[in-house]
């Protein structure tokens, strides 16, 4: 099982910059979307050697918000759409790929867009 998303510098400086700019005031609600959007993108993510150097860690229950089968299961359904080999290897290693990834997205994003689009994710799984 997963223990920790392990984020490097650069996306700790994401999360700063995200927190600012939206107001979202937790890591994980900000990796939890950014999860999701980048699982809900068809492509693989590219393949990086991290460098987790000031970077920080987010428990993997604290990220799941308690729903670890969830995003566990939703982490090995992307894999076997790909082919991949499942294993606790291959799956902490498509968590932090699309996390990174999903970061970038949202980092990369006008301000208007992203306040807007995560308004409406927020409004879908609230209602």
């Not at 910059?17 to 939206?22: G, I, S, Y």
């Not at 080999?85 to 999903?102: D, W």
């Not at 208007?112 to 609230?126: E, G, H, I, M």
Request: hydrophobic share 40%; aromatic share 4%; charged share 25%.
């Amino acid at each position: 099982m997963i223990e920790r998303l392990k984020l490097t510098a650069a996306a700790k400086n994401q999360l700063i910059a995200l927190k600012r700019r939206t107001g979202i005031e937790h890591n994980n609600t900000l990796c939890r979307h950014a999860l999701c959007l980048s699982l809900a993108n068809p492509s693989v993510p590219p393949r990086e050697n991290f460098n987790f150097a000031g970077g920080i860690e987010i428990d993997w229950r604290t990220l799941t918000g308690s729903n670890e089968s969830l995003y566990y299961n939703l982490l090995v359904a992307r894999l076997l759409s790909e082919g991949s080999e499942v294993s606790p290897e291959t799956i902490r290693e498509a968590l932090l790929h699309h996390a990174h990834r999903g970061l970038s997205y949202l980092a990369s994003r006008r301000e208007d867009d992203l306040l807007a689009d995560l308004a409406r994710a927020l409004a879908t799984t609230s209602g």
